[in-house]
């Protein structure tokens, strides 16, 4: 079995730009990613905040960024990695399909899910009326109006963002108070293009012709439904990091997500994190791609010591 330099978890953004970084170091390579190579991106149709583009798909971009990194000998396996332990010098990955991969170092690129209403048809409108980034996608509903789901501070920061640009910002809580920052909470609703909801559950998400027209909502209070129509529906009830397997190589903050400052170091020498998995303020493709660049120097500069 090869030794590789770097074996890097996870292929989205943050995954192949670390492999970027290592192979053009002149380093032998590993990405490992478990369903499909670009990560969150692919669920986006249209992307306008990425240099260099002036727009292109998630899956365009993905694409192009995997190529560059097979162009520059990459190699991969569509794997899920279930364990990293450390031999000595050797991290050895290990796969739930029971396959285990030796390297130098590892660079844990896992990303997070964003968690979902679990409604019907809720995947398929993923970037078709339902999106989870308003700093992203905002611009599309410029004008329209909008309903964002949920309460705690994303909900709350996402839907100060979506009312300098929506003509109609509906709030749709499923508690019975918004749990955000009160002074999040003043911004917000001190807008007048901002309406809210509390103590509601969304119950279906209404679409004619497969176009996503609103949603349907249920007063937990009194068990009436209503509907309410909207372009787009935000959806900001939490983020899931998927680390809890790796916590003994590098620590979770309260969140799960890891706790790492900007060099991507871990208490675990020989393993480094990128990404969205990372503790942070913004989680974007560029500031995962940054973070896959000083992840992968990082790396760089252990195997060089
Ligand atoms: C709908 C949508 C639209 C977005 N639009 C924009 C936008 O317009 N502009 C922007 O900058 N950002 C946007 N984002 C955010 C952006 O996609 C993320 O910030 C970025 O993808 C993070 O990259 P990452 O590599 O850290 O993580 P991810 O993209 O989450 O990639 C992590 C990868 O790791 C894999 N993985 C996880 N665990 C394992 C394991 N155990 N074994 C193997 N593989 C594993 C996952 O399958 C995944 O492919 C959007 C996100 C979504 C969901």
Redesign the pocket.
């Known amino acids: 079995m090869s030794v590789y330099d770097v074996i890097v ?7 192949m730009t670390a492999a970027l970084y290592a192979l053009r170091n002149g380093k032998t390579v590993l990405i ?5 190579f ?4 692919t ?2 149709p249209r ?4 240099p260099g583009f002036v727009s292109v798909s ?1 899956n365009e971009f993905a694409d192009k960024l995997f190529d560059q990194i097979i162009a520059q000998g990459a190699e991969f396996e569509i ?3 279930a364990s990293v332990e450390c031999d000595g010098d050797l991290r050895i990955v290990r796969t739930e399909e029971g396959t285990s991969h030796e390297g130098r170092t590892v660079i844990l ?4 899910k ?1 968690r979902m209403l679990g409604l019907e048809n809720e995947e398929d409108l ?2 078709e009326g339902i ?3 308003a700093v ?2 905002g611009d599309f509903y410029a004008g329209k109006t909008v309903c964002v789901a949920g309460g705690g501070n994303s909900a709350l920061q996402e839907a100060i963002l979506l009312a300098e640009k929506c003509e109609k910002v509906i709030m749709l809580q499923d508690l019975p108070k918004f749990t955000g920052e009160a002074r999040l909470q003043d911004v917000l609703f001190a807008k007048d293009n901002v309406t809210s909801f509390t103590n509601v559950k969304i119950t279906a998400l209404r679409t004619e012709d497969e176009t996503f027209k609103g949603v349907t909502i249920e007063d937990r209070a009194d068990g009436t439904s209503q509907n309410i129509d909207c372009d787009g529906l935000f959806v900001a009830i939490g983020l899931i990091p ?1 680390n809890e ?1 790796f916590k003994d190589l590098a620590d979770l903050n309260a969140w799960g997500y890891f706790d790492s400052d900007e060099q991507c170091l871990t208490k675990t020498p020989g393993i480094f994190v ?4 990372r503790s942070k303020q913004i ?4 500031t ?1 791609a940054a973070d896959g660049a000083v992840a992968a120097l990082a790396a760089c500069r252990y195997l060089n010591q």
Do not use: L, M, W
């Open positions: 978890v996870g292929g989205g953004p943050a995954g490992i990613e478990k369903e499909g670009g990560g969150q991106i669920h986006s992307v306008e905040n990425i998630g794997e899920t990695v690129a896992t990303g997070v964003h993923v970037g999106s989870f980034c992203c996608d998927e397997g990128a990404g969205d998995c989680r974007q493709v560029t995962a």
